[in-house]
Structures are given as C-alpha cells and as structure tokens.
C-alpha cells in the first residue's frame, strides 16, 4: 500500500491518499471525509465521541456521517491486500467537508497530476446501501443591507437596514417557492430547488435605527438550475425594489450579496461507470437520488464519474445520539468483499 498526504496551505490539515493493489490509474477510489459537526448544545445520552453499542445501534457523532463506511474501508483493507487485485482501490480520506467540501478540493487537483487519478469514485455518505446517481448542490450567500442609523423616535430619518433586509428575507421565501414549483419533476424529495435562511444579525440598540443588517441564507439547486439565475433575480429584485427607496433618503445605502460556499449538484448520467457498478454489487435495478451535498459532485465535475452508496442514513446525521445500524455496516462490509472480487478478476 502507497500512502500519500495532500496538505491544506498551513500544513496542519491533510487530505490522505491510498492505493492497493497496481500502482496506476484507474480502479476505484472509496472516498469519505474524516470531520464531523459540533456536538454543542446538543443533548447526547452518552459521551458523542466514545462509540457506544446499544442493542443493535452503534451510538456516536459521524456514526452515520460517514465514519461507519471509512471504518468498514478500513476494516477491509487485509482483503483487499490478499485479494491480488488486477485494478487498484484507493481510499481518498478528506478533510473539512461539512463546512465546505474544502479538503478535496486540494485533493482532486493532484488526481493525474502527481496521484493515480481513479476511474470512479464512491462516496460512502449514508443513502441506506442504495446506489444513488444525483445529488442537489449548494450555494450559501450572506446578504448585507447598508441604511443609516439615527434616533428611534425620528425613523423616517434614518434608513432602517432590518426593515429592508425583512423584505429580502420575505422575496426569497416567495422565490423559494417559484424554484420548487419549476422543479417539481426532478425526483428528488423535497422536489426543485429549496431556500432556507438560516440566521439574521443586526441593530445595535432597540432605541436606535438600525444601520446594518445581515442575512446568511442558502439554496440547494437540482442539477438543472443555474445557480446565477437565482442571484439575478435577487439582485433585480433588489434593484428594482428595495435600493430606489432606501436611497432615496441616503444615497450611500446599499446592499451587497457575498458567496460564501459553493458545492455543485451531480448530475444523473445514464452511462456513469461508477452508478452501473454501485448497482452491479448491489443488485439495484436504479439508482436514487439524494438531497444533501457531498463530494460526488466535485469528482463528476472534475471528470471522475462518482455514485453515493454508504450505510445508514441521512435522517439520523448531526443529530443528538446520532447512530448506525449494525446491520447497516454488515450489508456495507458485504458490499466491499462484493467490490475485492470485482477488482481481482
């Protein structure tokens, strides 16, 4: 087994990079990322970093998401070393996904250019063991409204940014509504493109006329929504609605709408290498679909073809007592004994 690191620019992070079996291109890379969410404010039977059993669960944060499949990959690893594999599996284990996807996007570069670039990629994110072929993507903004401050019992002086940034809160949801309706054929569950806004901070004091407000919001698109037509029509919105009249008491007053992340969906493609694999191993018929993010996407967009295939499920990650089922990681360890034949023959 090669084992190589591909660093964050500080050097105190590293994506780390495997390869068993022929040292060469192609083969299939089992990818999954080594962070998890907070545990703050949660409220956890147990210690949420001790791993607990408990009946037929394995209790514990990232459990779910998605260190159950990197335990399972790594637990695997004496077979597929024995197996003598006529094409390579490599693990690509990153780092600060869950605020991002930052790691492998230091990692995807060095694909082809100093590390054997995979033919696919399996993301091991909990989809229950079902193969799944697409995925939404996300984009996550902050939007700050400018006015002017002043005294709270002269308002039409000043230009209240919460009020102003209310309504651009009030335009999204009822432009989130617009994008679900355009998507209502997508397959995915929730249907079309969803909006959420997640926090709004603002103000200084309640006697005083709020001078900035700022609005942290996201939107998860299907693969068939252009995320720029989403901003185009916030900022004509905006400019049509919103600046005329804060400007026509400050024209300093602004508002500026900033990316903070940007994931990109993947796409269902009918000749994936990585989808028909996924559902040779696990006997699907078709593969499903996914609403959360991850890194398959990435690997698609960089010319890796990649499916969605881990145990568990979705609905228990980043929560209180978050688990796995047993069960779940013994179909999981099936699943690669399936995948070391495929590679050995």
């Given at each position: 087994m090669k084992v190589?690191?591909?660093?964050d620019d500080a050097r105190t992070k590293a994506n780390l990079f495997a390869t068993i079996g022929p040292e060469r291109e192609g083969g299939v890379a089992l990818s999954g990322h080594t962070d998890v969410v907070p545990v703050a404010g949660q409220s956890w039977s147990s210690d949420p970093f001790t791993l607990t059993e408990r009946e037929d669960r394995l209790i514990g944060r990232g459990a779910t998401d998605m260190k159950g499949f990197i335990a399972c990959a790594l637990a695997a690893t004496p077979a597929f070393k024995a197996a003598n594999l006529k094409v390579p599996i490599h693990f690509a284990l990153s780092y600060d996904e869950e605020i991002g996807c930052l790691g492998v996007r230091k990692l995807i570069p060095e694909l082809a250019a100093s590390l054997p670039?995979?033919?696919?990629?399996?993301?091991?994110e909990p989809t229950r063991m079902k193969a799944v072929g697409a995925h939404k993507g996300i984009n996550v903004f902050t939007t700050t409204v400018t006015g002017t401050d002043g005294h709270?019992?002269?308002?039409?002086?000043?230009?209240?940014?919460?009020a102003f940034a209310s309504e651009i809160v009030r335009y999204l949801y009822h432009l989130s509504d617009e994008l679900a309706r355009e998507g209502a054929d997508s397959g995915f569950d929730p249907p079309g493109t969803s909006l959420n806004v997640g926090t709004i901070s603002g103000g200084t004091a309640v006697n005083m006329i709020a001078r900035q407000c700022s609005v942290h919001w996201e939107f998860r698109p299907v693969p068939a929504t252009d995320p720029k037509t989403v901003i185009a029509r916030l900022d004509e919105f905006v400019a049509r609605d919103i600046l005329p009249r804060m400007r026509a008491i400050d024209p300093a007053a602004s508002v500026a709408t900033h990316m903070d992340v940007s994931s990109p969906p993947l796409a269902p493609d009918p000749n994936s290498p990585a989808v028909h694999l996924a559902c040779e191993l696990n006997g699907d018929n078709a593969p499903g679909t996914v609403s959360f993010v991850c890194e398959a996407g990435l690997y698609h967009l960089a010319g890796v073809p990649a499916v969605v295939c881990g145990p568990g499920s979705i609905a228990q990650a980043h929560q209180?007592?978050?688990?796995?089922?047993?069960?779940?990681?013994?179909?999981c360890e099936a699943f690669l004994g399936r995948l070391t034949a495929w590679a050995a023959r």
């Open positions: 190589r690191l591909v660093h670039k995979p033919r696919m990629v399996i993301v091991g709270s019992s002269r308002p039409r002086a000043g230009v209240n940014a919460i209180p007592n978050e688990y796995v089922e047993i069960a779940q990681l013994k179909a």
